[in-house]
């Protein structure tokens, strides 16, 4: 092997038979190296030692990472386990609401069914065209299209406002689901990260 080619190492978590660990750290970028000992400086002007503050700073750290890691899967868990109580709570209301618009649906079409007949039986007895009637057998057809249109307006106003309580049900369920990603962007950086 040159000393151009770098070895790959796989490194294995080994059974100890001690639960000592030790860490040897080695700075040799200059900015870096300053750091160090501009913190290894303050720490002796407190009267502590570095290596016990710099060994409970990383202790400190580990556990807080552990800590996220085990927050993050517990709130992920409560997260999905409300969406599906809710989702089931609200079954039975929905396949009543089901059952309501497609009973509708089948009231309104027998009604159009109805009108149609009508409208059929009236031509065939009177032999008339709609332009042939007068202003005054007109003016019903003319409410009648009226009311539908002003249904329609209401219809496209109702969809538009549960569009929107939709969308700012899914932003609350987002901004939940992402909660740890949106704290870590508002805590504060360690020394020495930019």
């Known amino acids: 092997m040159t000393k151009n080619k770098k070895k790959s190492i796989e490194y294995k978590m080994k059974n100890k038979k001690t639960q000592r660990a030790a860490l040897f750290l080695q700075f040799t970028n200059p900015d870096e190296a300053k750091l160090i ?4 400086f303050k720490i002796l002007q407190n009267g502590k030692k570095p290596t016990v503050v710099i060994k409970d700073f990383l202790i400190e750290i580990l556990q807080k990472e552990n800590f ?11 997260f999905y386990s409300f969406r599906k109580a809710s989702y089931i709570s609200q079954i039975p209301f929905y396949l009543k609401l089901d059952e309501f618009r497609k009973e509708n649906e089948l009231m309104i079409d027998l009604l159009n069914k109805k009108v149609n007949l009508l409208i059929n039986l009236l031509y065939e007895f009177t032999k008339k065209d709609i332009a042939e009637f007068s202003p005054n057998d007109t003016e019903n057809f003319y409410y009648f299209q009226k009311l539908e249109e002003d249904m329609s307006v209401k219809i ?4 538009s406002k549960n569009a929107s309580k939709k969308r700012e049900m899914e932003v609350f369920y987002d901004n939940f689901k992402n909660y740890d990603e949106n704290a870590e962007n ?9």
């Open 68 to 78: 996220q890691k085990s927050f993050s899967e517990v709130k992920n868990d409560v």
């Open 37 to 40: 000992d501009d913190l290894k």
């Open 156 to 159: 496209a106003h109702l969809k």
């Open 186 to 194: 508002n805590t504060d950086h360690f020394v020495g990260e930019k």
